[in-house]
C-alpha cells in the first residue's frame, strides 16, 4: 500500500516553515482507494515568493484547519503504507517537524519518484515535476498545489509501476527499509541540533566522547558529517549514539571553551600582515624571515579581508595609529559581545595587557565590581600566541565593547 503525498509550506526559514496545504492519495498499485486535500492555517504568515508561486494567500487559510485538528486524519490514511513523492525528504521533514510540535514522532517508510524517474526514464533534460510531467505527457493542472502535484505524482508513479520491469520498485522499497535505521538515527540526532555557532560533541554508547569540534553551525556540520563518504567518517558514523552540543557565541568565546575543556584545534596561521613603502602587504610568511608581521592570518582571504577594512577607515591607514589599535600592552579592560542566547552577552578580562579569563552575563550589574567579575570568570590557562593574534584582530574590526576593569 501506498500514499502519495505532497505539501506546500509557508516560506519561513528552515526548520520553522509550517504547512499551508496537504494532499494525499492512498494508492494500493492499481487505483486510489483514500484521498485527503486540505488547506492549513499555519498560525504564521505566508512569505509573499510562496503567495506568488501557490497562490494561497493568508486570508485563505485563516478559516483553515490547524494542523493539530488534521493530525489524526493524516496519521489514519497513511497507517501501514509506504509514502511516496517527488523530493520526498522536503514532505517527510515538514510531517515530522509538524507532528513534533505536538509531541507526537511520526514514523513511516518513504519512497522518492526522483531517483526512480532516473532509473526508469533516462536521459531527460529535468526531473522536476513540472518539467517531467510535461516531457511525458503527463497532466499537470495546478503546479505548486498540492492536490495538482500530488495527483502529478501519482500519476507519475503509476508510469513508473508499469515500466519497472526489473522491480526496481521493489528493490528500491527493500534498499529503503535496510537504511530506515540509519536514516532514523541520523534524523533523530540531528534534528533537535540548532543553526548556530557552537561545540559539536558526538558520543558513543557509553557516552565516551569520540569527536569533538568548534564549528560555525551545529546542524549543518552535524548532518555534513553523516551524509559524507569519507573514510574517516565511516568509523564515527557508526559509532555515534548521541550528540551533545555547547553554544559558543563568538569565535574567540569558542576558541576559549575548547582549551579550557583540553580540545585543540590549531589552525596554522600561515599568512601576515606587515607595512612596507608606506603601505600594508599581505604576504605568505617564511620560517627563515626575521620580520615579524603585524598580525597573522589562517588564510590569505581572512587577510585580503583585514587589508580592505584598513582601506576603509583612513585612521588606520597610518602604521603609528594602527600598532596603537591593536597595542595590548597594559590594558586592564573588560570586552563584552554577544553571548550564546538571546539576552545573554559574553567577556573577556584582560590584566596587564594579557587574558586571563572570560564568562558570560545577563544583567549588566554583575561585571560592575571585580569581585562579582571574578566569580563569573572561567581562567584562561594559557595565553598563547595564537590568542593574543586574536584579541588584536577582534580590537582591529571593533568586535567587542571596551570599557576599563572596575579596580574593586
Same mark, same amino acid.
Given at each position: 500500500?501506498?500514499?502519495?503525498?505532497?505539501?506546500?509550506?509557508?516560506?519561513?526559514?528552515?526548520?520553522?516553515?509550517?504547512?499551508?496545504?496537504?494532499?494525499?492519495?492512498?494508492?494500493?498499485?492499481?487505483?486510489?482507494?483514500?484521498?485527503?486535500?486540505?488547506?492549513?492555517?499555519?498560525?504564521?504568515?505566508?512569505?509573499?515568493?510562496?503567495?506568488?508561486?501557490?497562490?494561497?494567500?493568508?486570508?485563505?487559510?485563516?478559516?483553515?484547519?490547524?494542523?493539530?485538528?488534521?493530525?489524526?486524519?493524516?496519521?489514519?490514511?497513511?497507517?501501514?503504507?509506504?509514502?511516496?513523492? /517527488?523530493?520526498?525528504?522536503? %514532505?517527510? !521533514?515538514?510531517?515530522?517537524?509538524? #507532528? =513534533?510540535? @505536538?509531541?507526537?514522532?511520526?514514523?513511516? +517508510?518513504?519512497?522518492?519518484?526522483?531517483?526512480?524517474?532516473?532509473?526508469?526514464?533516462?536521459?531527460?533534460?529535468?526531473?522536476?515535476?513540472?518539467?517531467?510531467?510535461?516531457?511525458?505527457?503527463?497532466?499537470?493542472?495546478?503546479? /505548486?498545489?498540492?492536490?495538482? %502535484?500530488? !495527483?502529478?505524482?501519482?500519476?507519475? #508513479? =503509476?508510469? @513508473?509501476?508499469?515500466?519497472?520491469?526489473? +522491480?526496481?520498485?521493489?528493490?528500491?522499497?527493500?534498499?529503503?527499509?535496510?537504511?530506515?535505521?540509519?536514516?532514523?538515527?541520523?534524523?533523530?540526532?540531528?534534528?533537535?541540533?540548532?543553526?548556530?555557532?557552537?561545540?559539536?560533541?558526538?558520543?558513543?554508547?557509553?557516552?565516551?566522547?569520540?569527536?569533538?569540534?568548534?564549528?560555525?553551525? @551545529?546542524?549543518?556540520?552535524?548532518?555534513?558529517?553523516?551524509?559524507?563518504?569519507?573514510?574517516?567518517?565511516?568509523?564515527?558514523?557508526?559509532?555515534?549514539?548521541?550528540?551533545?552540543?555547547?553554544?559558543?557565541?563568538?569565535?574567540?568565546?569558542?576558541?576559549?571553551?575548547?582549551?579550557?575543556?583540553?580540545?585543540?584545534?590549531?589552525?596554522?596561521?600561515?599568512?601576515?600582515?606587515?607595512?612596507?613603502?608606506?603601505?600594508?602587504?599581505?604576504?605568505?610568511?617564511?620560517?627563515?624571515?626575521?620580520?615579524?608581521?603585524?598580525?597573522?592570518?589562517?588564510?590569505?582571504?581572512?587577510?585580503?579581508?583585514?587589508?580592505?577594512?584598513?582601506?576603509?577607515?583612513?585612521?588606520?591607514?597610518?602604521?603609528?595609529?594602527?600598532?596603537?589599535?591593536?597595542?595590548?600592552?597594559?590594558?586592564?579592560?573588560?570586552?563584552?559581545?554577544?553571548?550564546?542566547?538571546?539576552?545573554?552577552?559574553?567577556?573577556?578580562?584582560?590584566?596587564?595587557?594579557?587574558?586571563?579569563?572570560?564568562?558570560?552575563?545577563?544583567?549588566?550589574?554583575?561585571?560592575?565590581?571585580?569581585?562579582?567579575?571574578?566569580?563569573?570568570?572561567?581562567?584562561?590557562?594559557?595565553?598563547?600566541?595564537?590568542?593574543?593574534?586574536?584579541?588584536?584582530?577582534?580590537?582591529?574590526?571593533?568586535?567587542?565593547?571596551?570599557?576599563?576593569?572596575?579596580?574593586?
Amino acid at each position: 500500500m501506498y500514499t502519495v503525498i505532497d505539501i506546500e509550506s509557508n516560506g519561513a526559514p528552515f526548520r520553522k516553515e509550517s504547512i499551508i496545504e496537504i494532499a494525499i492519495y492512498r494508492f494500493d498499485g492499481h487505483e486510489i482507494t483514500d484521498q485527503f486535500i486540505s488547506l492549513v492555517n499555519p498560525e504564521d504568515e505566508i512569505s509573499s515568493f510562496v503567495q506568488k508561486l501557490t497562490g494561497i494567500t493568508s486570508k485563505m487559510v485563516i478559516t483553515a484547519p490547524k494542523f493539530h485538528e488534521i493530525a489524526k486524519r493524516v496519521v489514519e490514511i497513511t497507517q501501514d503504507s509506504t509514502l511516496v513523492g /517527488h523530493n520526498i525528504d522536503f %514532505d517527510y !521533514r515538514m510531517l515530522r517537524q509538524s #507532528f =513534533k510540535r @505536538l509531541g507526537y514522532e511520526f514514523k513511516i +517508510n518513504t519512497l522518492d519518484t526522483i531517483p526512480l524517474a532516473k532509473k526508469l526514464i533516462p536521459d531527460e533534460k529535468s526531473y522536476s515535476l513540472s518539467k517531467l510531467c510535461k516531457s511525458i505527457g503527463i497532466p499537470l493542472s495546478e503546479a /505548486h498545489r498540492a492536490s495538482g %502535484d500530488a !495527483r502529478a505524482t501519482l500519476d507519475l #508513479f =503509476k508510469l @513508473l509501476i508499469i515500466k519497472d520491469n526489473n +522491480n526496481e520498485i521493489i528493490q528500491s522499497q527493500q534498499e529503503e527499509n535496510h537504511a530506515k535505521n540509519y536514516i532514523n538515527k541520523v534524523q533523530l540526532l540531528t534534528e533537535d541540533l540548532p543553526n548556530e555557532r557552537g561545540i559539536l560533541y558526538f558520543q558513543n554508547n557509553e557516552g565516551k566522547i569520540i569527536y569533538s569540534d568548534v564549528v560555525e553551525d @551545529l546542524y549543518k556540520s552535524a548532518k555534513k558529517i553523516f551524509d559524507s563518504d569519507k573514510s574517516k567518517y565511516k568509523k564515527l558514523q557508526d559509532e555515534t549514539e548521541k550528540i551533545s552540543y555547547e553554544l559558543t557565541g563568538t569565535d574567540l568565546i569558542a576558541k576559549l571553551m575548547m582549551q579550557n575543556k583540553g580540545i585543540q584545534k590549531r589552525q596554522p596561521l600561515t599568512f601576515g600582515l606587515f607595512y612596507r613603502k608606506n603601505k600594508f602587504i599581505l604576504e605568505k610568511i617564511r620560517k627563515t624571515q626575521e620580520e615579524k608581521p603585524l598580525l597573522r592570518f589562517k588564510s590569505f582571504t581572512q587577510g585580503l579581508k583585514a587589508i580592505n577594512y584598513i582601506k576603509s577607515k583612513d585612521e588606520l591607514k597610518d602604521l603609528i595609529e594602527f600598532t596603537q589599535k591593536i597595542n595590548l600592552k597594559k590594558r586592564n579592560e573588560i570586552w563584552s559581545s554577544s553571548g550564546r542566547t538571546l539576552g545573554e552577552k559574553s567577556f573577556l578580562v584582560l590584566e596587564k595587557g594579557k587574558l586571563i579569563g572570560f564568562g558570560f552575563y545577563e544583567l549588566y550589574h554583575q561585571i560592575q565590581s571585580l569581585d562579582k567579575i571574578k566569580k563569573l570568570m572561567l581562567p584562561v590557562s594559557r595565553f598563547t600566541q595564537e590568542l593574543q593574534n586574536d584579541l588584536q584582530l577582534a580590537l582591529l574590526r571593533n568586535e567587542f565593547e571596551v570599557s576599563l576593569l572596575p579596580e574593586k
